[in-house]
């Protein structure tokens, strides 16, 4: 009986034995698995970087000399933050708001509270909205670093200088290497796909002459004081490598957008200028115009050339998240024959008017703060220019959700067809309620390196 029992007792344990070394081989086999998946899917990850544009043009050999130096620089630790950032996406999936700051502006919510922002610079280009949210920039091509601020010669602009970068035919993404003041001395003609870039230095484009995109593509102005621009002209300007011609007069706008498209304005602080701080006209297009903090002037913005010119018809503009500020007077926008979405704005200064047109527009304003100035003949938030009633009032403007204070009032027109605001409506509007989040950081951000933005 006893000899029994300890038979028993030695199968038991055996069987145990057995059960728990084919369990822990099960959870070593399933880890292994797993293993081998997470680097499967990293192992993608890095194929998929390998492979993109953007890493094929870090990657590039280039023929030409000008290029290998440090005005087109490789950044390897952007590739290797890209992977750490794709593995932590796998990883750590399910903890959801890495790069949500909260304020519910969706274009600062993308990339704002990454402290390795300066890492990640290029992921700028996937946080536009609205009509100019196609707008790349320089994404896909090298980092230019401006180091010199001088503009002594526009035929010939020296390496390192803004205007050597901003001429080139490749896609650029431009950053500054210090704090500075560039005086341009003609019109800045800018090429297609580039991006100027000027978080986490202190830029003024200012005294002189200032930015043109004209007849380009994918432009993205990012963090730069553009104040005090003077009319200039007359004169040889450079517009790539291998033009260069004869310009008029300029009017001294701070951005010029002639015949362009796929164009993001983002985060700058504008004033003081001889004409208008942003003017778009000619057949532009797909423009956003957001988080930017205009003060100090008349004609603020210009969106469409002429009564008369019909190809800007087809123009749609975003204008979103901006803050209209102190000593402004009127057009925030003036608008003329295209289709204009103002939407989660601030308007705190005008002195004629906010918002005007003429040429049959279609307006569509939703979520902006419209706070009247104290003059009781200025309380209006539209101006229909040099038209009479009886054309005007069948125009689609319309106020939606605005919040109008000290006696704002906004005169709509029309009879509100949904294909004619479906055409002028590229984002959901917020409440304006949120007004001072959406808007708290309108202008140029004061960005370091390491810290959230």
Not at 276 to 286: H, K, Q, R
Not at 440 to 452: E, H, I, K, P, Y
Request: proline letters at 3%.
């Amino acid at each position: 009986m006893a000899i029994s029992l300890r038979c028993f007792s030695l199968c038991s344990f055996t069987i145990f034995l057995l059960i728990l070394i084919v369990s822990v081989k099960a959870s070593t086999t399933q880890k292994n698995d797993e293993v081998v998946q997470s680097r499967k899917l990293v192992t993608q990850e890095l194929q998929s970087l390998k492979n993109s544009s953007m890493v094929e043009s870090l990657d590039d050999n280039n023929d030409e000399d000008t290029w290998n130096n440090e005005h087109a620089v490789e950044n390897p630790e952007e590739i290797a933050s890209m992977v750490d950032m794709n593995i932590r996406n796998h990883t750590e999936r399910r903890k959801l708001g890495y790069f949500s700051c909260g304020t519910g502006n969706p274009i600062d919510d993308c990339w704002r509270c990454d402290r390795r922002w300066h890492l990640r610079r290029k992921h700028l280009a996937n946080c536009a909205i609205g009509f100019g949210r196609n707008a790349v920039g320089g994404r896909d091509g090298k980092y230019y670093v401006v180091n010199n601020p001088r503009d002594d010669d526009p035929v010939n602009p020296r390496p390192g200088t803004l205007r050597h970068a901003v001429i080139q035919d490749r896609p650029l993404w431009i950053v500054f290497k210090r704090d500075m003041v560039i005086t341009l001395k003609q019109e800045l003609l800018m090429n297609s796909f580039k991006t100027i870039d000027a978080r986490g230095v202190n830029v003024h484009i200012a005294y002189g002459a200032c930015i043109t995109i004209q007849f380009v593509t994918n432009v993205i102005i990012h963090g730069l004081h553009i104040h005090d621009c003077k009319p200039t002209g007359n004169a040889m300007v450079r517009s790539s490598p291998s033009h260069y011609g004869w310009r008029t007069m300029a009017d001294g706008d701070a951005i010029s957008i002639f015949g362009s498209s796929h164009i993001w304005i983002d985060h700058n602080s504008l004033s003081n200028c001889a004409d208008g701080l942003v003017d778009a006209i000619m057949g532009s297009t797909a423009l956003t115009i957001s988080n930017n903090y205009f003060t100090h002037h008349n004609e603020v913005i210009l969106l469409g050339h002429s009564d008369s010119y019909t190809r800007d018809k087809q123009m749609q503009v975003t204008i979103a998240y901006n803050h209209f500020g102190e000593g402004l007077i009127q057009r925030m926008p003036r608008c003329r024959h295209g289709y204009f979405h103002v939407v989660n704005n601030d308007y705190t200064h005008w002195e004629m008017y906010a918002i005007g047109g003429s040429a049959n527009p279609t307006i569509n304003s939703q979520g902006n703060r419209y706070l009247a100035p104290v003059n009781p003949f200025a309380k209006e938030v539209t101006k229909r220019v040099d038209t009479d009633t009886g054309s005007w009032k069948h125009w689609n403007w319309r106020s939606e959700g605005d919040l109008l204070l000290n006696g704002a009032y906004f005169t709509p027109s029309g009879a509100g067809a949904a294909s004619s605001y479906a055409r002028a409506s590229s984002l959901g509007a917020k409440s304006s309620s949120l007004i001072p989040s959406l808007t708290s950081g309108a202008g140029v951000l004061n960005c370091r390196t390491g810290v959230q933005c």
